[in-house]
């Protein structure tokens, strides 16, 4: 997890960078507007939520995202438009995804089986990234969502998706 914050951490530091040295570095793509509003990477059951949790041995695990239970090989789609910064596997993540929305957030894609996209390649809203894998995880299939917002702060995805009805 701290490898993905400090990886997070410096795109954010490049994007900063470049928007600096570019008079119109374009709208974001997420804004608070979008809370609640955004649709779901796939259609699953939530099978761990964002925040702390304590394990059976009393160590505390931070989720910094949101766990949606799904088969293998389900397509997941991308929840907004956005540039791809990463496509490849990412440690015990596996293949992975981080699309850059501008303005700081970011979306992240984790425990694909694959990837359907390439770094520095536009994606629009519903745009497939990849296909769901975490089959050798202690959860199951299923794939990892996040949202990142300004200086890489994880923010609950469930209060920027669509409810369930």
């Known amino acids: 997890?701290?490898?993905l914050n400090d990886l997070l951490a410096a795109l954010e530091r490049a994007r900063r960078t470049a928007a600096?040295?570019?008079p119109a570095p374009g709208a974001?793509?997420?804004t608070s507007h979008d809370l609640g509003n955004l649709d779901w990477p796939v259609a699953g059951?939530?099978?761990y939520h964002f925040g702390p949790f304590r394990l059976p041995?009393?160590?505390t695990v931070l989720h910094q995202g949101i766990g949606i239970k799904v088969p293998v090989g389900t397509p997941v789609h991308a929840v907004v438009a956005g540039v791809v910064r990463m496509a490849e596997p990412y440690g015990t993540y596996g293949p992975s995804v981080i699309l850059d929305h501008g303005g700081g957030f970011y979306t992240l894609y984790l425990y694909l089986?694959?990837?359907s996209v390439r770094v520095g390649e536009r994606v629009q809203a519903g745009q497939v990234v990849g296909t769901s894998g975490g089959a050798s995880s202690e959860e199951g299939p299923h794939v990892e969502f996040q949202i990142r917002g300004q200086g890489a702060i994880a923010l609950d995805p469930l209060n920027w998706l669509k409810s369930k009805q």
Request: no cysteine; hydrophobic share 35%.
């Open 1 to 3: 997890a701290q490898r």
């Open 20 to 22: 600096s040295a570019s």
């Open 28 to 30: 974001p793509t997420i």
């Open 45 to 47: 059951d939530v099978l």
């Open 57 to 59: 041995n009393n160590t």
């Open 113 to 115: 089986k694959d990837v």
